[in-house]
């Protein structure tokens, strides 16, 4: 994770902090609320549950590496330092949001009655293609789920994809506040929580909430086919996006099938394109295809790298090197197979690692000092 120091986290959390002051720009490895899950370096999250109270478990967790605890009671004589707090759920949102704000990229923050998840591991899927993307594992979309999926956003994180989820009015809020969302996609408004919601109206307003913490400039994508989300017509003083089956959308699908092996095929209609996805994707193959059968040097290229590999080494970190070579082999491996829509994502990987590995290694002022 990015540099988190003991300190920072106090101040993030109004916290006390209870321990050696050396020790205080100590950098944080990962957070944990599970004692079993505890490194060397980690963050341990003292939670009082309704059977078990995390707090009989944080000398456990400093035996196991842990540098800190952030808690609501320190242990007598504590053999490292604590962060006390009146709250562990408060504050965990309070260091979540703080940890957020470390990043400057897209954060597609996503919520609705239903669709959330499909939706999630649908924009995942398409943006991890091309970006180091950060997305929430499982259902993890709570006061306590977003701010441990923030929490666990790699250093080179460079997307991320938040599901968000709620039950009563003023938790968007709350979420979005440490999500920060610089895109945010609404699925459907249904009859869920009714019991704190009332109808369908408050669910829109409940969910609707995220826009208020949106960073500047955000986008707004919403379902144009819902009744409930098509009646937003402004948001922060910007147009939303609509998308859905209805012409009316910005962009919609029609001629939808299913294609017999798995797949779903359809025509995409926007800024009056019509795209055909079967037609696209066969001339994409074709041309593809007919470029690594006839002018991709794949040999030259390899015996290429391999020439150059052992000067590179000393200047670019092994593990940076060991990605190129496990990308280009995978690379060729799927051009021998023929299966080019592999090798069309294995290319573009290979690029997108010389780009970053050039990037870093550039010689400038910044990086010589």
Same mark, same amino acid.
Request: with cysteine; proline share 2%.
């Given at each position: 994770?990015?540099? @988190?120091?003991?300190?920072? =986290?106090?101040?993030? %959390?109004?916290?006390?902090?209870?321990?050696?002051?050396?020790?205080?720009? /100590?950098?944080?490895?990962?957070?944990?609320?599970?004692?079993?899950?505890?490194?060397?370096?980690?963050?341990?999250?003292? =939670?009082?549950?309704?059977?078990?109270?995390?707090?009989?478990? =944080?000398?456990?967790?400093?035996?196991?590496?842990?540098?800190?605890?952030?808690?609501? !009671?320190?242990?007598?004589?504590? /053999?490292?330092?604590?962060?006390?707090?009146? +709250?562990?759920?408060?504050?965990?949102? !309070?260091?979540?949001?703080?940890?957020?704000?470390?990043?400057?990229?897209?954060?597609?923050?996503?919520?609705?009655?239903?669709?959330?998840? +499909? /939706?999630? &591991?649908?924009?995942?899927?398409?943006?991890?293609?091309?970006?180091?993307?950060?997305?929430?594992?499982?259902?993890?979309?709570?006061?306590?789920?977003?701010?441990?999926?923030?929490?666990?956003?790699? &250093?080179?994180?460079?997307?991320?994809?938040?599901?968000?989820?709620?039950?009563?009015?003023?938790?968007?809020?709350?979420?979005?506040?440490?999500?920060?969302?610089?895109? %945010?996609?609404?699925?459907?408004?249904?009859?869920?929580?009714?019991?704190?919601?009332?109808?369908?109206?408050?669910?829109?307003?409940?969910?609707?909430?995220?826009? !208020?913490?949106?960073?500047?400039?955000?986008?707004? =994508?919403?379902?144009?086919?819902?009744?409930?989300?098509?009646?937003?017509?402004?948001?922060?003083?910007?147009?939303?996006?609509? @998308?859905?089956?209805?012409?009316?959308?910005? #962009?919609?699908?029609?001629?939808?099938?299913? +294609?017999?092996?798995?797949?779903?095929?359809?025509?995409?209609? #926007?800024?009056?394109?019509?795209?055909?996805?079967?037609?696209?994707?066969?001339?994409?193959?074709?041309?593809?295809?007919?470029?690594?059968?006839?002018? #991709?040097?794949?040999?030259?290229?390899?015996? &290429?790298?391999?020439?150059?590999?052992?000067?590179?080494?000393?200047?670019?970190?092994?593990?940076?090197?060991?990605?190129?070579? /496990?990308?280009?082999?995978?690379?060729?491996?799927?051009?021998?197979?023929?299966?080019?829509?592999?090798?069309? +994502?294995?290319?573009?990987?290979?690029? #997108?690692?010389?780009?970053?590995?050039?990037? !870093?290694?550039? @010689?400038?002022?910044?990086?010589?000092?």
């Amino acid at each position: 994770m990015k540099d @988190f120091t003991l300190a920072e =986290i106090a101040k993030a %959390c109004n916290g006390e902090y209870v321990g050696d002051e050396s020790l205080k720009n /100590t950098k944080i490895t990962s957070v944990e609320r599970d004692s079993r899950q505890v490194k060397n370096g980690s963050l341990f999250l003292a =939670i009082k549950g309704e059977r078990v109270d995390g707090h009989d478990f =944080i000398e456990k967790c400093f035996a196991q590496g842990a540098v800190c605890a952030l808690c609501e !009671k320190a242990p007598e004589n504590a /053999t490292k330092p604590c962060i006390v707090v009146p +709250s562990t759920l408060d504050a965990v949102k !309070k260091i979540g949001r703080a940890y957020r704000e470390k990043f400057d990229i897209p954060v597609i923050g996503i919520s609705g009655s239903v669709g959330k998840t +499909s /939706t999630k &591991e649908m924009l995942y899927a398409v943006l991890s293609q091309r970006f180091k993307t950060h997305k929430t594992q499982g259902n993890l979309n709570n006061e306590l789920g977003v701010p441990l999926t923030l929490l666990s956003m790699p &250093e080179d994180t460079e997307a991320a994809v938040i599901e968000m989820g709620i039950s009563d009015f003023g938790e968007m809020t709350r979420l979005s506040e440490m999500v920060q969302p610089t895109i %945010c996609v609404l699925t459907i408004i249904g009859e869920c929580h009714l019991e704190n919601l009332g109808d369908r109206d408050g669910v829109l307003k409940a969910k609707t909430e995220m826009f !208020k913490n949106a960073r500047e400039n955000a986008d707004f =994508i919403l379902n144009g086919d819902d009744d409930k989300l098509s009646t937003v017509k402004t948001v922060n003083g910007k147009k939303p996006v609509f @998308f859905g089956l209805d012409a009316k959308n910005d #962009f919609y699908a029609k001629n939808i099938k299913n +294609s017999g092996d798995g797949k779903v095929l359809a025509t995409l209609c #926007f800024d009056n394109n019509n795209i055909d996805v079967e037609e696209f994707l066969k001339k994409s193959l074709f041309k593809w295809s007919n470029y690594f059968e006839n002018e #991709f040097k794949k040999e030259e290229i390899k015996k &290429e790298w391999e020439n150059r590999h052992d000067k590179l080494a000393y200047f670019i970190e092994h593990d940076e090197l060991e990605k190129v070579k /496990t990308d280009l082999t995978a690379l060729n491996s799927f051009i021998e197979t023929k299966e080019y829509a592999e090798a069309i +994502s294995e290319l573009d990987k290979c690029v #997108f690692v010389l780009k970053h590995i050039e990037d !870093k290694y550039a @010689f400038n002022l910044q990086n010589v000092f």
